[in-house]
């Protein structure tokens, strides 16, 4: 089989432990044999940031923004243990975060739903995307434990000294607390931005939810800036994809989140971000289970798997013992950003590509052959065996080159009806349905982005 040609290149950010080691298991056995891969390496590996002095994840930011795409491998943020461990000469700071600095971007998280791990929100067929705005409220607030009766005002003076507002937040009478936030407009309407950027890109509607009526400024803030976002920039492009945009109070979208059958983009403020992406991950299936990509509002994706090195996989790993990862956040990492750079480029082949290297993994998973993470979820009737690293990703491989050679649809074919049963598989960054349940297929169109439609 003659490689798929990638002429454009994607940042590669090379990690730390056990995803380390997955991840050149991945390049080698899943994508270097029918792909020409190409990348602009970066090891982000602790070893390699502390020689640099942290220089080279600066460079990795520089490099996503210039080619548009990177994909991560998890990272070590050093503790003071860490420092110990590795002899660093400081604690650098989380690569996440420089890079989330320099792309401004918004973090969106979904999870991997399998059919025999059952989601424990019944109705949801397709994955829930938290957005969650990184940026001020209760992360950025400045507090204050009253020590006794006295008065709390919250005032602002402007740059030329001027008071401009005093209000009284409480009289105390006795001991008590207090809590300033704050948000900024820039980064609000930039979170706006990013969330219909990616909604757009996966064919999602956006559901934002605040409580404007009890926050008479502040959520009103993020509300009227989201719509105005929306109106001035998105709602054109919204309407032709057939998608929409619902503001509600957050607790009625929480309520319908619960109701709906996903496939939603759910944007959060910071906390209520925090609190939803757990939640979420924990009702559909497990951590390891979660994806996760980086968008800016000029349209740079950055991709990896949600979780982090597996430290005691990898210490048990490096002693010689089998132990068995899960890999399928982080092929979806490499799969999401090679898909990005096929539709980046009118690159269908890389395209579908990309929807082989998601489906051999799953296919694996839905026939039974499960890693130690799910396991500990499931009854063992649920699955047939656990196999260790190589083992499995030599199945997956087998299967993707079975679905490589078999000019295969990859969305719309996978294996015979018995193993599966009709139903809708979904992938967090696309939505497939298996052959037996043939109303829908993915098509490529013309500007090289994947779609689902409905079959006459
Ligand atoms: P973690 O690496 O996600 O691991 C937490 C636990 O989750 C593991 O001990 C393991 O459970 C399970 N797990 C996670 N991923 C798994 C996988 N792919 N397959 C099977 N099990 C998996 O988080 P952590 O232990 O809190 O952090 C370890 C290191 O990762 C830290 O140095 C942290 O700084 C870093 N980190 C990096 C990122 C990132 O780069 N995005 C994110 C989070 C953490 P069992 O122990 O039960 O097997
Ligand atoms: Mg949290």
Not at 71 to 76: G, L, P, S
Not at 122 to 141: F, M, N, S
Not at 348 to 365: S, T
Request: glycine share 6%; hydrophobic share 40%; aromatic share 10%.
């Amino acid at each position: 089989m003659e490689k798929i040609k990638m002429p454009v290149p994607i940042a590669e950010l090379d990690g730390d432990e056990m995803t380390h080691v997955l991840w050149g298991m991945i390049k080698d056995t899943l994508i270097k044999p029918f792909v020409d891969l190409n990348t602009e390496y970066y090891d982000l590996s602790l070893p390699h940031r502390e020689e640099t002095a942290d220089a080279v994840t600066a460079q990795a930011a520089e490099a996503i923004k210039r080619l548009k795409i990177g994909v991560k491998c998890a990272t070590i943020t050093p503790n003071l243990q860490r420092q110990e461990e590795y002899g660093l000469t400081q604690l650098w700071k989380s690569p996440n975060a420089t890079i989330r600095a320099a792309l401004d971007g918004t973090v969106f998280r979904a999870p991997i739903l399998l059919k025999r791990v059952k989601p424990v929100v019944t109705c949801w067929e397709k994955p829930v995307t938290i957005a969650r705005h990184a940026y001020g409220d209760l992360y950025k607030a400045v507090e204050y434990r009253v020590p006794g009766a006295g008065k709390a005002e919250l005032v602002f003076t402007d740059e030329s000294g001027r008071e401009l507002s005093r209000q009284t937040v409480f009289d105390f009478k006795g001991p008590g607390v207090v809590q300033a936030m704050h948000n900024r407009d820039a980064s609000i309407l930039s979170f706006a931005r990013c969330c219909f950027t990616y909604a757009l890109s996966v064919g999602q509607d956006v559901w934002f939810g605040a409580k404007d009526t009890i926050s008479k400024d502040y959520d009103q803030t993020f509300k009227l800036l989201f719509q105005k976002v929306y109106d001035e920039e998105y709602k054109a492009a919204f309407e032709q994809a057939g998608l929409h945009y619902r503001y509600a109070l957050i607790d009625d979208i929480a309520a319908k989140v619960l109701r709906s059958k996903g496939g939603i983009v759910w944007a959060c403020k910071n906390y209520d971000g925090d609190v939803m992406s757990d939640l979420v991950a924990a009702a559909s299936g497990s951590l390891p289970m979660m994806t996760s990509v980086l968008v800016s509002p000029d349209g740079c994706f950055e991709y990896e798997a949600a979780h982090g090195t597996v430290t005691d996989h990898f210490y048990r790993w490096r002693k010689g013992e089998k132990v068995s990862t899960n890999p399928l956040a982080t092929m979806f990492a490499w799969a999401g950003a090679l898909r990005k750079r096929g539709e980046l480029d009118g690159n269908a082949d890389l395209v579908r590509f990309a929807g082989c290297l998601e489906q051999a993994g799953l296919d694996i998973f839905e026939a039974g052959h499960f890693t130690e993470d799910l396991t500990m979820l499931c009854d063992p009737s649920e699955y047939t065996d656990k196999p260790d690293n190589d083992t499995l990703l030599g199945l997956i491989r087998a299967r993707l080159e079975t679905l490589l050679t078999e000019e295969h649809d990859c969305a719309a074919d996978m294996t015979s009806a018995a193993l599966f049963p009709p139903v809708i598989l979904t992938y967090p960054l696309h939505i497939c349905i298996i052959k037996h349940n043939q109303k829908y297929r993915e098509v490529l169109s013309q500007d090289g982005h994947s779609r689902q439609r409905l079959l006459p």
